[in-house]
Structures are given as structure tokens and as C-alpha cells.
């Protein structure tokens, strides 16, 4: 994680999919890359390739946001090409700028 640009949402927690298994997430983040798309991170200890698109593991990452004060719409299932073998990428809603601008993110696009 990179201090100047990484920026964490959520400690470590755990995430079932929809087949039951629980796995253990150590953080959510985002990369404020200064425009206003914004992918949602999420770091797993243990391989969860092929999970990309797991309702179950989506809808339990978002309840872990929820935990932390996001208050908008679901996020939903990221670029597959972006996926990982211990990485989540989730797309998240325009309205999730609001949550992310008070954990300190900053949308240099506004500015053109």
C-alpha cells in the first residue's frame, strides 16, 4: 500500500461467498487516482480467483462499508481484466464520491 495514494476504508474482516466458505479480507481501499471514477479494493490472505462476481462475497464487502458509514447504492462487480488472485475489484456508484471524499479522497477532475 502506498501512503500517498492508498487510501484504506476498512481493517480486516471476514467475507462468506455464495457457497458458504468464509474468507478473510485484511482491507478495503481505494487508489485516489484524482479523477472521478473510483475502483474499491479489496485485499484477501488466501486466494479468491474466480470470485469476481460473487453476489454473496460483493454483498458482504458492501456490508463492511456499510460498517464504516457508506450509506449509497451497492457497488458491483469490477473489470475482469482488473481481478487478482487475492484482489477484489469492485465499481462502485457515482454516489460512493461522497463517502470517499470524507476518508480523504479528492476528485481533481471537478477542477476542469
Known sequence: ?????????????????????????????????????????????????????????????????RTVGYKGPDLSAGDPVLQEGRLLVLESPDEFSTFAASKGWKDLSEDF
Not at 41 to 51: M, Q, R
Open 1 to 65: 500500500m502506498n501512503n500517498d495514494t492508498d487510501i484504506q476504508l476498512s481493517g480486516p474482516f471476514k467475507a462468506t461467498d455464495g457457497s458458504g466458505r468464509a474468507h478473510d479480507a485484511t482491507a478495503i481501499r481505494i487508489f485516489d487516482e484524482g479523477y472521478g471514477a473510483i475502483d474499491v479494493y479489496v485485499d484477501f490472505k488466501a486466494p479468491i480467483s474466480g470470485l469476481h462476481k460473487d453476489k454473496a462475497l460483493i454483498n458482504a464487502v458492501v456490508a463492511q462499508l
